[in-house]
């Protein structure tokens, strides 16, 4: 799961170190400028690729088109 945290510049340095600290976490910090929408669409964007890597290794089994169709 990926999460998209808005933190204060002052407290970047603070906040990476924190979660640096826990093994199962990798944190990166976005590049200055990037917006919250465009933020969002990026950590969506790479949920969407791992998904995809998992079908592709067999790991998952993809959805029919027409499932995906009928849901929307």
Known sequence: MKIVLDI???KVGFM???LR???F???KPLPVGVSNEKALFLAEL???VEEL????SGKA???DAYE???EL
């Open 8 to 10: 204060p510049d002052n």
């Open 16 to 18: 990476m170190e924190l």
């Open 21 to 23: 600290s826990l093994s």
């Open 25 to 27: 976490v990798k944190a």
């Open 46 to 48: 790479g949920e969407a």
């Open 53 to 56: 890597n998992d079908v592709l």
């Open 61 to 63: 089994q993809a959805r």
């Open 68 to 70: 995906l169709l009928d």
